[in-house]
């Protein structure tokens, strides 16, 4: 087999070797998938304005987020099941990441992944009905090294996704949340035909009443910094700073939620004026490029998150597939930031895209 260059091979790849249920839950969107396809969409219709004469022979990727110094600004975002893709799951997945949020729903111990980890580790958050859930995961996150907590607040229940309400998915036998008791975890293997399993589990377990109340109780049982994901308004992002967040995601939840949602990147401008360095700001849903990374960072992202992309590198080579996915998105970056004449990331502003208003 030639070698796979790009991150669209890695997906077709990945399509080949998953079973179809599979393929269909990783990579399917909620609805007619209209969002789901506008994050991609979006990327591909900001045009860069290259700058020439300046040196750019010794690119830097690094970067420093919530204090940490990062090689790259390309981090995993959560994403539930990575034994899904391959029998090692998340533990294969952290040896190969520079930073990987860990999905609550993650199917190796917070203890194993820590145990693997090459970078930090935050821990993603749905807000459950029992909120004694909620303070026993923050403080085993605690123990266990974590970096920053991630709220996810697009989620009171689980979207539409037609194809897995066609299938009536469930997760398969012999893949567990092993950070989550049995009781809380209860149906999420069980298939009904028309129904997916998950949408019916979000509905019992989740709270879907969270306000900005919770997510200040929330930041008062933790040192931990505690970011929200699922940003798209500089309201949101307003009210989630005064309620004690220490950065957002700005995020649609790769297209799963509210289909017909604007496309991540579209929303990026808005927020990251809003939070007007108050903290960090990162951005996923539709990154399939290192090209895409740059035009994020443009638009104000601190860092990125590939959610899909990861998994499909996952499942084509366990840890050195999700790790040539990821270095294939780096050095591509690095061949944007020395051909678009940005040779580290403080140079990347809102004047390498056409058409975008500059301070
Ligand atoms: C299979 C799958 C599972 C996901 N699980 C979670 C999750 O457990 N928690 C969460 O906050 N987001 C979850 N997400 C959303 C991702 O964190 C992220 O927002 C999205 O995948 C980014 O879009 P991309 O896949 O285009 O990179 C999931 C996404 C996928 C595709
Ligand atoms: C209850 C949600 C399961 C994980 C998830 O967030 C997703 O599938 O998008």
Redesign the pocket.
């Known amino acids: 087999m030639d070698a796979l260059l790009t991150v669209a091979e890695y997906e077709a790849a990945a399509q080949e070797l998953l079973p179809p249920g599979i393929w269909d ?2 990579s399917g969107g909620s609805g007619q998938e209209r969002t789901l396809a506008a ?1 991609v969409d979006a990327f591909a219709r900001l045009a860069l304005r290259p700058r020439f004469l300046v040196d750019v022979s010794e690119p830097d990727l690094s970067t420093t987020l919530l204090g940490a110094r990062l090689p790259t600004p390309i981090g995993v ?4 099941y990575h034994r899904l893709a391959h029998p090692e799951g998340e533990v294969a997945t952290a040896r190969a990441a520079s930073l990987l949020v860990v ?3 993650a199917s190796r111990t917070l203890e194993e992944i820590a145990a693997a980890a090459a970078g930090p580790l935050w821990l ?1 958050l ?1 807000w459950f009905r029992r909120r004694e859930v909620v303070t026993g995961l923050v403080r085993r996150a605690e123990d266990a090294g974590y970096q920053a907590l ?1 709220l ?1 607040l697009d ?1 009171p229940r689980v979207g539409r996704r037609l194809r897995d309400v066609r299938r009536g998915f469930a997760i398969p036998a012999g893949i567990v949340a092993p950070n989550l008791e049995a009781a809380v975890m209860a149906g999420t293997h069980e298939a009904v035909d028309g129904e997916s399993a998950l949408a019916r589990h979000s509905r019992e377990q989740f709270d879907p009443a969270l306000r900005p109340a919770d997510l200040a109780w929330l930041c008062a049982q933790t040192d931990l910094p505690v970011l929200v ?1 699922g940003v798209l308004t500089a309201r949101d992002a307003e009210l989630a700073l005064a309620h004690g967040a220490a950065g957002v995601v700005v ?1 649609n ?2 297209g ?1 939620q509210l289909d017909g949602a604007v496309a991540s990147v579209d929303a990026l401008a808005e927020v990251a004026a809003a939070v007007g360095g108050r903290g960090p700001v990162l951005l ?4 399939r490029t290192g090209v895409d990374v740059l035009r994020a960072l443009a638009l104000g992202a601190s860092a990125v ?5 990861a ?1 499909w590198g996952l499942a084509v080579g366990g840890e050195s597939g999700a790790r040539a996915v990821l270095d294939i998105l780096a050095a591509e970056l690095e061949d944007a930031m020395v051909l678009s004449g940005r040779p580290r990331l403080s140079d990347v502003d809102s004047s390498l895209l056409a058409g975008v208003q500059r301070p």
């Open positions: 839950y990783l994050n975002a959560p994403v539930a999905s609550v729903f993603q749905y991630v996810t989620t994901k995020s939840h790769g799963r996923d849903g539709g990154v998150l590939v959610g899909r992309p998994l």
